[in-house]
């Protein structure tokens, strides 16, 4: 997968690879030695909902994407 990051000040392009197992999502980057775990909250076809896990604990904080609606015109 293909994400943006902030890292210190400026915006950082980044690339990983990811895998889901139960209702983890694993997140490895490919240009540095950098790995990250998400607590799988919901997914469906119209959102994704998760939660960062840090030193073993699903952290309150939630990520949340919602699939924009196609406007009529």
């Known amino acids: 997968m293909y994400y943006a990051d902030i890292d210190g000040l400026r ?3 980044r690339r990983a690879i990811w895998k889901l197992i139960g209702d ?3 997140v490895r980057e ?4 950098y790995n990250r775990e998400y607590f799988l909250r919901k997914a469906s076809q119209d959102s ?3 939660s960062a896990i840090i030193i073993g604990k699903v952290t309150r904080s939630r990520y949340i994407f919602v699939r924009k609606a196609k406007s009529e015109g």
């Open 11 to 13: 915006i950082a392009h």
């Open 24 to 26: 983890t999502i694993y």
């Open 30 to 33: 490919i240009d540095r030695n």
């Open 48 to 50: 994704l909902i998760f």
